[in-house]
Structures are given as C-alpha cells and as structure tokens.
C-alpha cells in the first residue's frame, strides 16, 4: 500500500472565517494523507476544527469563511482550484460525504428512493427507473426492511439509524475512492452505531475506499482505523498507526485523551478551566496548548513546536517528545 500514491494529500491547510469580534483561525496549518483503501481517524474534542476540516476539503466553505492558503490534492488534483462543475461532477461521486444530524440533510419533501435515484443520476447517464431500482438494491444492502416501500418514505417516517444508512447509501452509491465521514453514527444508540460502522467497513474493506473517519470516540478509531491522527486547536498535533499510537503516544493531550478514553470527556475540563487554544480568535502564542499541558516549560510557550518524526509513520508537534522520562505523570 505504501508504494501507492496518495489518494489525498492535505498540505498546509488554513481556514479563517471572518467575525465581528476578529478573524477566527479555525485551521492553522493541517497537513495529512491518505493512502488508497486506507481508513484514516481524525480525533478531537468540539472546537478542534474536524468538520471544517472535512468541508474544506470538498471546497465547501462558504463566507464568512475561506481558504486562505493551502493545497488539497485528490488523485494529484487540487480540489482549491478547480472550476465549480469539475468539483460537482467530483462531489457525491468520486469523493463521498457522510454527515452528522442526517436528518437535517435529507430533502423533507421527497422520498428517499427520489434523493438517491437524483444522487445516481446526476452522475450517471441511466434512467430514473433504473435509478430507483439501485436506489432499493441498496436500501436493502444497508439492512432496511422492506426497501421497496421504504423507498417511498419521507425522511421524517424513518428513525435516526434507518436516516443515517440513506446518507451512507447516498455517500457510497456511485463507488467513490474517498469518503469523508463525520461522525458517522453520533448520537445513535450502541447497538445501531455497531451495525453502521460495520457496514461501512464491509463497504469500504470492499471496494478498497479510502476514509478520513472523523470521531470523537477512540474505542471506534481503535478498532475501524489503520491510522490515527489527533487535530487541536487547527492542527494536527500527533500522528501514528493506530496501534503506535495507543502504545506510545507522545503529546501531553494525546496522553490525556487516552486518559479519558475520549476527547468528549474532554469539553468538561476545557469549559472549567477556560481554554484559550480553543478559541479560534484568540490562540496563545507557542504551543496552542501549553495553557492546559503539566509539563509545559518556558519554550512552550513562546515557540511553536515542529513537527517531530519518531519513527515510521509516527508524528509529533511537541518540543517535549523526545524526553526520556515523557509521560511519566501522566
């Protein structure tokens, strides 16, 4: 897989949104990439940038927010220059979004069997009857009885799990090479979250997709990623294989997310102790994170760490990475 080239790449990615109170700096540099039929898990708590992240890289920033620097390449195209309809004919069909809430992206006046026949169709030159016709064939692929007349159901008749598998149909049903998914089975029960992750992981696994799987919760990143990195306060601090990770993280936050065993439990300490580095307005000088970090010196707070490479494949922003005794409170 390694030798293959990157069907992502993410260079240096900043993304500012203009607000009466200041420009707030919600990505502040992110660099990343994705192998082909890699699975990628984004993690960090609310307010670390993840869902911007996701949209810029599909162009979809709208004011007051933009890309001000920054390349994202897709299959060695970068997605910040094209023209509108080449991102169209790219968006929905080679590159795949799942979002969070789906009831809050589906069209409440049209049935499903509708959105997902117009999702093939608008990239495939068939007719609407064979549309609908795939459009049940997979309904019944992701576990929905009776698709038939499922399919002509208004998004309002179906659950929260039965929603979020027709955005996962719509995202997977022209076979994209990427698929963007944030947080795709929050706020779903644990039993219908199981079955959602590992249908995609069936789906994926299948046709070699690539995913940046965007998660709060570290038990799904453990178990359905091959590679983990940890985004803060608009960059990506720590970045490793999943099992590097969960055995020798590096930074002060990762450790303490793996602490907690999730960065939701994460947004407690954060409003109790008034983080600045989450406020994309006013970020601290140096290391974003220096303000939280026990073991912070002097130099945290005034430069801004490089990126420290640790082994193969594993990454740290930190100045302290390197110490022997690293970790040790923690």
Do not use: W
Not at 33 to 58: D, M
Not at 164 to 176: D, F, G, K
Not at 194 to 201: A, G, K, N
Not at 298 to 323: F, I
């Amino acid at each position: 897989m390694s030798q293959l080239a990157d069907i992502l790449v993410v260079d240096d990615l900043h993304t500012h949104y203009s607000t009466p109170q200041g420009t707030a700096r919600v990505l502040n540099g992110v660099s990343l990439r994705i192998r082909p039929g890699e699975v990628l898990g984004l993690v960090g708590e609310s307010g670390a940038g993840k869902s911007v992240l996701a949209r810029s890289i599909l162009n979809l920033i709208d004011p007051p927010g933009r890309v001000v620097k920054g390349r994202v390449l897709f299959d060695g195209q970068d997605l910040l220059t094209c023209r509108e309809p080449v991102l169209r004919a790219l968006r929905g069909n080679a590159i795949g979004l799942i979002v969070p809430n789906p009831h809050l992206h589906l069209n409440p006046v049209v049935t499903i069997g509708e959105q997902i026949a117009n999702v093939i169709r608008a990239h495939r030159d068939v007719s609407r009857h064979e549309a609908m016709a795939e459009a049940v064939r997979y309904l019944e692929k992701v576990g929905l009885p009776d698709p038939a007349t499922q399919a002509r159901s208004l998004p309002h008749e179906l659950s929260g799990g039965m929603a979020q598998r027709v955005i996962i149909v719509m995202s997977l049903v022209n076979s994209p090479k990427l698929l963007l998914a944030d947080e795709p089975s929050g706020g779903l029960d644990v039993t219908v979250q199981l079955q959602i992750l590992e249908l995609m992981r069936e789906l994926v696994t299948g046709r070699q997709t690539s995913m940046l799987l965007i998660s709060r919760d570290l038990g799904i990143v453990a178990h359905y990623c091959d590679r983990v990195a940890v985004l803060y306060a608009g960059q990506i601090i720590e970045e490793a294989p999943v099992d590097v990770f969960f055995a020798e993280a590096r930074h002060p936050y990762s450790l303490e997310l793996l602490r907690l065993g999730s960065p939701k439990h994460m947004n407690l300490q954060r409003l109790g102790r008034g983080d600045p580095a989450l406020n994309p307005i006013h970020r601290p000088t140096g290391c974003p994170f220096h303000p939280r970090c026990l073991l912070a010196i002097d130099r945290c707070k005034v430069d801004m760490p490089e990126t420290d490479v640790l082994g193969d494949h594993h990454s740290v922003r930190c100045h302290l990475a390197r110490r022997s005794s690293f970790g040790a409170s923690s």
